[in-house]
Structure formats: C-alpha cells, structure tokens
C-alpha cells in the first residue's frame, strides 16, 4: 500500500480553543485542507483517512498478514499524523494479526533531522482558509479571506529519529517473531542471529553514512526482515537529502535513485550482499521502497520530453536507464516502488543478462485508487492482483464542509474556482477521477503542457483528428478507412480532444485498470486516431500519437505473473 499520505482528520486537541475548526456529527472538529488545495495536488489530503480503513478491512477479509507500506505513508511527518497512523496500524496489528513494514518516503521526513510546520491551505470555519503552524506568529492580514492562524505544535514536521521511534513496531526495529533483521551497518551474520544484536543495530545512531567525502552525517533506515520462514523484506531507503549551500537545510529528496548511485554507493553494495545471502540461502527476496527502479511511461518518457519538454511530467523523477541495469545486474529481480501514484509494471535487462522487474504500486489517495496483493504460488512464481478501492465507507464525510467553501469562493469571486460536481460523486473511484479531471483543468495543462497544442488539441473532436492524416483529407477517405472497422464517422464527432487528454491521463495512471473505464470501443477509436496521427507529418500530433500509443500497450499490470528465473511476464484474467 502506497503513497497513503495519511493525514488526522479527527484530531482529539487538548487545547479546546480551536474554534475557527469546522465540525460535522455531534460538533465533532475535524482538520482537514480545503477542496481548492486538493484539487491542485496530485494527491488528496482528508479522504484518504477512510481508504486507508478500506484498504485495511479489504485486505483483513482476504487474510492477509504482511503488508508493506513504500514511503509517504504520512503528508510531510506531523506527529499528529504519524501518532494517528501508528495507533491505527496497531489497532490491526492487535485484532487481526497483521504485520506492517514500512520504509521512508520523501514526506516521511521532509527534512531529515525534522522542521517546522507551517501551511495555510487549512479548511475553517465559514469556509475560510486556515493557516495552521507549528509556531507562534502574528496573525494573516487578509482576514477577510482567512481565519487567524492556529498555533499546533503537533503540526511541525518529524525528522527520521522521531519518526523511526513512533513506529519502531513496524519493521523499523527488529521484533522477536521474526526470523532475521538486519541494516547496512550490522555486523552479524545470519547464522549467528539473534535479538539482542539486531535491538542494539537498531538505534538510529548506529544508522548513519557520510554524505559523501565531506558531506554531512545523515541516517540510513534501510533494513531487510524475514517475518515468515522463506520470504526476505527489503525496505530501501533511498531519500537523499543534499545540503543546501551555507544553510542548515536540505533540498527535498524528490528525485530518488538517480541520487541513490551518487550519494548512497554504501545501499547498492549492501543490496548486492543481501542478494546473495538470500540466493544462498534458498530465501524469496522481494525489495520495496518509494522510488521506481525503471522508468514508468511504457517506454514512451523520451517521447513526452520531446512534445511537452524536459521538465514537465515529473521527468526528472524518471530513473537512468542505470539505475535498473545496476540494480539488475547485483540480481535483484523483484522491486516494489511508489511515489509517481501510478500503476505499471517496467522490466529491464542488465549489461549481465540478469532481468529486474520493477512494480509500481497506485496511491491510495488518487487516481486510480488501489493497492497490490504478491502471492509466491512456487519457488519461482509470483502472482500479483491490483485492488482498486472503488467502494470507500465515509469518503463524502466533508462534503457538506466544501459546499460552504465553494460557496465562500463563489461569493468572494475566486478565479478558477473548482466545479462543485465533484461533490456529486456516488463513490470513491468516482470522486478520485473528478479530482483527476479538476486537476487536470486547473494545474496540468497549463504546467504539463504548451498553451498552443492543448488549445489546438482541446478544440477538436475524434473526427478533426482523423483528418490531420496525410491519407485521409476528406470523408470519402474516412469512410473508406472505417469501412472495417465497425465505426462510422459520427463516433467519432461524439468526442473532443480534452476527452482524450483526460484519458491519456487515467491511462498513465492507471494503466490496464483504466480499460474498462475507458471503455473497449472508445479505446479501439484511439488506436486508430494514434496510427493516423503518427502520418500526418506534423510534429506535435506525430509525437502525441506515438505517446498515446504507447500507454495503450504498456505490460500486464493488472493482475499476473512473474517468472523470478526467467523474467517472464504473464498476464492472468479474472
């Protein structure tokens, strides 16, 4: 389970002060960040309180005992949060038995010795923003829009000694069931085990690496765990926080393993031990952490820098094609990453011939909601199903707290305001593709994409598109190139070219689990539309059609299976 970026909604504040808070139920406070926030972020913030509840239930009911959480398991490491998710994950822990293991993502710490606090996107009273921090300070001057500040020391953010204490109980620390626990710093050996050696190798202080010749001292929660008899953990942390020039901070460690080779040699030689110890040693080994070994477009990233540029897209998160191949060729051959919200499945071959497989886990807190179930049906086979949570108990909870924002907005004639259908939304799967298309409107194509081809693109329908071709200038060429297919030319005037960019998006995200959403017709119209843009002779739409081609045929990354001897994938149908 993915990108959580679990946030308390329901807070229990000593202080009983705080009554710029909005509330629902029985007066029942509750902190959440506005709708306007939301919708201009790749992730939500408030309901992915009840799909983290959903996605525990649903996986209580399959009797699932070991779950891994790849990093962003918290937005940005507030206490307040990381006390509510601990609490929660113990409540599961308790009844039901289940074993979580968790790893670092850049919001879990932000900084790596921890921060302030400080955001005023917060939801108040009457519809107001909300600035809350973790510091005393002198009240917004705009109070016209906003309620005066909130001060929550709870809401500063931890750094990796807070946060790795908290939750020690979830594969940060060793714990007495299981069967080996080790970090890149312990000394002992598998054989020579045992429980009071990894309790001591797991103080933070024993956990530490130069950042480089002359770089910092920084900790390094990597670890490997065998909860159960023949399957090894890997959780990696690969953060890299680089100093900034004459300050005490960091730089945000966004960029993951292109940063790993320069600055963190010390986690790939370890990988490289762990490997063959596991090899030896006839164990499953199954690496996760929150960043993709491979890149994640379905082989079209360099596509996408040419039509859109190099800095658009996420692109400097995609990984060299170094990454995979070192990672490969140590002989690892299963990673499990986060961090893009996106479902895939990427494969590489090292210079050594060895094949890793990197997959990537959606977002609990986006589009398309899921998580993934491993299965190890043989020594060599691995099953792997992807759950999307269409159904979430609780996820409108707040709807009638964003209708007062909206209305507040509306009053206060605010640009751009968000569509208040979104709140209409009959599920959860419902409400994360609203959100989509609302991000989509007001962030995306104006930071995604050139102002020119968006508005060339938005502006046409499947028919226009079809005509762009070189070979088809005119209906009679039209009817002639649909004459097998099964369409006619007004199928194509039922869509524009916004309809396809939201799709072009739901298929970058959510790759196969998008199809059905999609739909088969609509999907067999965009194979066509791509094959005649890829001859129209113009750049932008040559370029746009091998793009969208591309996530229309990307690997399995639904439900199927990997061959760890030979790489094979296969897919599996329900």
């Known amino acids: 389970m993915a990108d959580i970026h679990f946030s308390d909604v329901f807070p229990n504040f000593e202080d009983k002060s705080f009554n710029s808070l909005p509330s ?28 983290l509840i959903a996605a525990l239930d649903d996986a209580v009911k399959r009797e699932i005992k070991i779950i891994a959480l790849p990093g962003d398991f918290s937005d940005d ?31 879990d710490p932000t900084h790596p010795f921890g921060n302030k606090g400080n955001k005023r996107d917060f939801l108040g009273k009457n519809g107001k923003a909300q600035r809350v921090t973790s510091l005393k300070e002198t009240p917004t001057l705009d109070l016209e829009k906003e309620n005066n500040a909130l001060v929550i020391e709870d809401l500063k953010e931890w750094g990796y000694e807070e946060i790795v204490k908290e939750l020690s109980d979830h594969g940060f620390s060793p714990n007495k069931s299981y069967k080996y626990w080790a970090t890149p710093f312990s000394n002992y050996k598998y054989k020579n085990y045992n429980f009071r050696k990894a309790l001591k190798a797991s103080k933070i202080n024993q956990r530490i690496f130069h950042l480089g010749k002359n770089g910092p001292i920084l900790p390094d929660v990597s670890y490997v765990v065998e909860p159960v008899d023949g399957l090894w953990l890997l959780a990696l942390d690969a953060n890299v926080y680089i100093p900034k020039e004459d300050t005490t901070s960091f730089s945000n460690s966004g960029v993951g393993y292109n940063e790993v080779l320069i600055y963190k040699k010390h986690l790939i030689d370890w990988t490289k031990k762990v490997v063959e110890e596991a090899n030896r040693l006839k164990k499953t080994l199954i690496a996760f952490s929150h960043y993709p070994m ?16 190099v800095n658009t897209f996420q692109a400097q998160r995609i990984p060299n094609t170094l990454v995979g191949e070192t990672f490969a060729d140590i002989g690892l051959k299963v990673h499990v990453g986060g961090h893009m919200h996106l479902n895939d499945t990427g494969v590489i071959t090292g210079k050594k011939g060895n094949i890793l497989v990197n997959i990537q886990t959606p977002s609990l807190g986006s589009y398309m909601p899921a998580y993934k179930i491993i299965k190890q049906n043989s020594n060599n086979l691995l099953e792997l199903e992807t759950i999307v949570l269409d159904s979430v108990f609780g996820f409108e909870s707040f709807f009638s707290i964003y209708e007062k924002e909206y209305n507040f907005l509306k009053v206060n004639e605010e640009k751009n305001i968000w569509n208040k259908d979104i709140l209409a939304s009959k599920n959860y799967l419902e409400f994360t593709d609203y959100h989509l298309k609302e991000l989509i409107r007001l962030r995306l194509l104006s930071s995604d994409w050139s102002f020119s081809f968006a508005k060339q693109l938005q502006n046409t329908t499947g028919k226009d598109l079809l005509l762009v071709s070189k070979t088809t200038s005119n209906e009679d060429d039209l009817q002639k190139l649909l004459k097998d297919t099964g369409f006619k030319i007004e199928d194509f005037e039922k869509w524009t070219g916004i309809d396809m960019i939201h799709d072009f998006y739901r298929l970058r995200l959510a790759d196969e689990l998008a199809h059905d959403h999609i739909g088969k017709k609509r999907l067999e119209q965009y194979k066509l539309v791509c094959e005649q843009l890829k001859s129209s002779g113009i750049r932008e739409f040559e370029l746009w059609g091998k793009i969208f081609q591309k ?16 790489g094979f994938i296969q897919s599996l149908f329900n």
Do not use: C
């Not at 822990?93 to 919001?107: P, Q």
């Not at 996530?551 to 030979?566: M, V, W």
């Open 551 to 566: 996530h229309l045929h990307g690997k399995p990354s639904k439900h199927f299976q990997i061959d760890l001897n030979s």
């Open 294 to 309: 491979v890149e994640f477009n379905d082989e079209a990233s360099e596509d996408m820098k040419a039509l859109f540029g």
């Open 77 to 107: 490491g507030q206490p307040l949060h990381i006390k509510a998710l601990n609490k929660i994950l113990k409540t599961y822990k308790e009844k039901h038995g289940v074993s979580f293991f968790m790893i670092t993502g850049n919001h």
């Open 24 to 51: 629902i139920g029985d007066n029942k406070e509750v902190l959440l960040r506005t709708m306007k926030s939301q919708v201009h972020s790749t992730r939500l913030f408030n309901e992915n309180y009840f799909a």
